[in-house]
Every structure is written in C-alpha cells, then in structure tokens.
C-alpha cells in the first residue's frame, strides 16, 4: 500500500495559519486545491496534513475510526495552542455529556431568562454589535445553565465574562495567527484568567455548599463527580470543569445565531413569518445561515497507521498525520446555487435535495457521522428562539458597510465577522 508522499502531490509553499504568516488560511487551502486536486499533502510546522476534498475521500473521512482516526486529539492538538494543559487533564464532565433530554429542557429556560437580560440592557432603541449581543447572550444562558449559583448575574457574571473573553478556546482556529504570541508569553493572559475563573466558581461553590444545593441541574451533577475527593482537589477540579464546558459552547453557538440575525434582517419578507411564530422556517433559517458560515476544518489525528480511500485510489496514511477537509471549500460550491442563502434547501436537519450533489456529505451544518454535533437539536431550538424573541421586539436596520466578512485568518468553526457589526433598533 502506497504512502500518501509516494503518490499525492505535496502543496509547496502552502502552511497552516499557526506554522506561517497566511493572510487568508481558507484561500491559501483553495489555491493549493486549484493547483492539485482534490487529494494533496500539505507540510506545516513539521507535520504532514492529508487534505481530501473528492465525493469518496469526504464520505471515506467521515467514516474514520476514533480509536485510529481520532477527532478527540485532532481538537487537543489544535484547541492546547491557546488552552493551558490542566483545563484538559483529569476532567470527570465532559462537554459530550451536556444534552440529555431534560438538559436541554433547562438550558432554554435559561435562555429565555438570558433574553429577558438581553431585553433590559437593549431597553427602548439604540445602536448595538451583533455579534457582540450574540456572544454575551451566550454567556448568560451558558453559565446559568452550567455554572455554579450567582455566575449569571451581576458582578461574578462580568468577572466571567471578561475572564473566558481571554481565555477563549476559539482563538486557536479564529486568530490562528496569534498563537505564536500566546506560547512566546507562556499563556500568561490565559493562566490569570483560569485563575479568575476558579476563584468565582470558589465562591460560587460555597454558596452552593451552603444551600446544600442538589437537585439535576448539570452543575449539582459536576459537583457530585468530584464529591468523594479532598477540599481543594474538589474545588479546583469543578471549576476546570465548568471552564471546558463553557468555552466547548463558546465556539460555534453564538457566532451561528448571529449570522442567523444578519441573514433574516437583510430577508425581511422571510423576518416577518419568522416572527409571526414559523419556527419550522426558524429552525431551516439557522440551518441554512450555519451552512454558509461555515469556516470549519474538520480533522483527525491518525493514531495508527489507517488506510484510506481518497477517490483515486488508497494510501496508508502513517500515525502522527492530520487528515483533513474544509467545510467552505465544499458548502458552498459542490452544485450551482449552493452561494445563495436559501433556507428552504433544508427539510427537518437534512438537505430536501441532495440529488445534485455527488455526494449529500460534501455539504453540512452540523457534521455527519460518528461525530457529527451532538449539541444540533438544542443549538437549533436556542437560535430559533433568540431569533424570533429578538426579531419579534425590535425593529432591527442595518449600520454596517457590506454584508460582514468573516475574519480572513480563520480556519475552523463558524465564521467570526471581521469588522464591527452594528445595527440600529427601536421596539416595534
Ligand atoms: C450552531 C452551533 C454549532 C455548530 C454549527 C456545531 C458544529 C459541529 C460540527 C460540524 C461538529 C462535527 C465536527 C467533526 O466531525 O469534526 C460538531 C461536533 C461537536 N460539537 Fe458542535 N456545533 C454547535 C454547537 C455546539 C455546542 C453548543 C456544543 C456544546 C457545548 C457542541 C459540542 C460538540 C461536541 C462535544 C462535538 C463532538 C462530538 C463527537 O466527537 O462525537 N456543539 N459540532
């Protein structure tokens, strides 16, 4: 079995936005395609990145196995760029166990306690950054949902957002270019504001140690994890917990749901059913501003050496390389007409019509497969709801120059806009 450097080509002067300066990392991969193919090595930072992008190497990706193809470690290695090791080590909840059933039942109920906030600090009429709305309503519905008593509201809610601000996961793939300056400095930015952090769930937790706080809201379940340990090791390892957890949410959420805003406000025949109540078109809304926000790279750490099928033929990708894809080199151009924002592509979670695609996988939201995101249904009950609250109070116009561009660095995840994002609103 041939090795991927025996027959692919090798993408020459191509790099990853960590390993070299790249004005815009999704291009540099679109170029290194035009010129290649669909199938082709790129060498960065000392590692080898099989990039697939054919019908057969897409479906072949998706069907990798973790225990030889692992997504877990594919995250670790990219997400430990901005996140200081013991955020990762020895965690008992893991962002995975977030959504049962009755979890999500409670998440929107704090997401609706988080629009009430939302609606009091809007007030009447003024001039508010989308994204910045999306991102603090987040926050608030997160921690209330996840954090201990206290951490929504107030000054430990402010302390905490400022602190995950810093110590936000998503930079490692939103400004990829940065992480050079984050390890030059040992992560002392991201370290003092794990420090903060732990010491407002600190003292959150005595609160809820105090009120003999129990119950199956997810923080009494994290607390419970760690009931049988000593004091500080208890303490410590509840607020790593809840910190992973959190910035897990931080990373597509919030940036989805205002890309959501901005479609409907510039759709407003599509707002104004939306608003009268449509959540079906809600719901396909979300999924169709996802899909073109799309700025993910998907990809998995071999962890043994893994035979692949890339659509020409098969190679034995050895342990230690990255296989990968790039959602917006496919979303949006594998069929004609795939660049326009239509959300009535979308029937329940899947593509109504997949006939002319060569393959349904090669477009998506929310993944497919083994790992695809066990966080969709919730996701999109959150931004339907938060769509049709916010659009159903205010009047929104927008104030920005040109449909917001996502930020040119970024390669993973839902698209951050580049520029200030500013809208004018009044009460209807
Ligand atoms: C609009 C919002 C979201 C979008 C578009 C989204 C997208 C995705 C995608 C595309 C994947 C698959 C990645 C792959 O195959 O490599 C994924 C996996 C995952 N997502 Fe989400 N996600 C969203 C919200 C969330 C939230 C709020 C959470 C949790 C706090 C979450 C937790 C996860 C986890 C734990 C996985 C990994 C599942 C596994 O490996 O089996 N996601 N997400």
Redesign the pocket.
């Known amino acids: 079995m041939p090795s991927p450097l025996d027959v692919l080509p090798v993408a020459g002067g191509v790099g990853l936005p960590w390993d070299i300066a790249v004005d815009d990392a999704v291009a540099a991969i679109a170029g290194a395609r035009e010129r290649h193919g669909d199938t082709f090595v790129v060498d960065s930072g000392g590692g080898h990145y099989l990039f697939t992008f054919s019908p057969t190497g897409v479906e072949s990706f998706?069907s990798l196995a973790?225990e030889t193809a692992s997504?877990?470690v594919?995250?670790f290695l990219m997400l430990r760029r901005k996140l200081p090791e013991e955020v990762f080590a020895g965690r008992r909840l893991?962002?995975?166990s977030?959504?049962r059933r009755d979890d999500v039942t409670s998440y929107l109920a704090n997401l609706d306690r988080a629009l009430d906030a939302t609606e009091i600090e809007l007030g009447e009429g003024g001039t508010v950054d989308l994204f910045a709305l999306t991102r603090r309503l987040g926050h608030r519905m997160?921690l209330a949902s996840w954090a201990g008593p206290g951490c929504a509201d107030g000054e430990a809610f402010e302390r905490l957002v400022r602190a995950f601000d810093v110590l936000d996961g998503s930079d490692a793939f939103v400004h990829p270019d940065a992480m050079a300056a984050v390890a030059a400095s040992g992560m002392r930015a991201e370290r003092a504001a794990l420090e903060e952090i732990a010491e407002v769930i600190e003292d959150s937790l005595r609160q809820h140690d105090s009120t003999l706080g129990t119950g199956d809201r997810l923080f009494s379940r994290i607390v419970s994890a760690w009931a049988s340990e000593a004091p500080d090791v208890r303490t410590r390892g509840i607020a790593m917990d809840v910190a992973l957890?959190h910035i897990?949410?931080m990373?597509?959420?919030m940036?989805?749901?205002g890309w959501a805003l901005v479609d409907l406000i510039v759709h407003p025949d599509q707002l104004d059913i939306v608003v009268a109540g449509d959540r079906e078109l809600a719901t396909r809304c979300?999924l169709e501003s996802?899909r073109l926000a799309?700025r993910?790279i998907?990809?998995?750490a071999v962890l043994e050496s893994v035979v692949f099928d890339t659509g020409a033929g098969l190679v034995e990708v050895p342990k230690g390389w990255i296989i990968a894809t790039l959602?917006p080199l496919l979303n949006t151009s594998v069929a004609a007409g795939l660049e326009e924002w239509d959300p009535r592509r979308w029937h329940r979670h899947r593509l109504a019509d997949t006939h002319a695609l060569p393959s349904p996988m090669l477009v998506?939201?929310?993944?497919?497969?083994?790992?695809?995101?066990?966080?969709?249904p919730?996701?999109?009950a959150?931004?339907t709801m938060a769509m049709t609250r916010l659009l159903g109070r205010y009047d929104m116009t927008p104030a920005w120059n040109g449909y917001p561009r996502p930020v040119p660095a970024q390669i993973g995840?839902?698209a951050r806009a580049a520029d200030p994002c500013p809208v004018g609103y009044t009460v209807r």
């Open positions: 998706y973790e997504k877990g594919a995250d893991l962002p995975s977030l959504f997160g957890i897990a949410s990373s597509n959420l940036a989805a749901l979300a996802t799309q993910s998907m990809a998995r959602l998506t939201a929310f993944g497919h497969g083994r790992h695809s995101c066990p966080a969709q919730f996701s999109l959150a931004m995840g839902v």
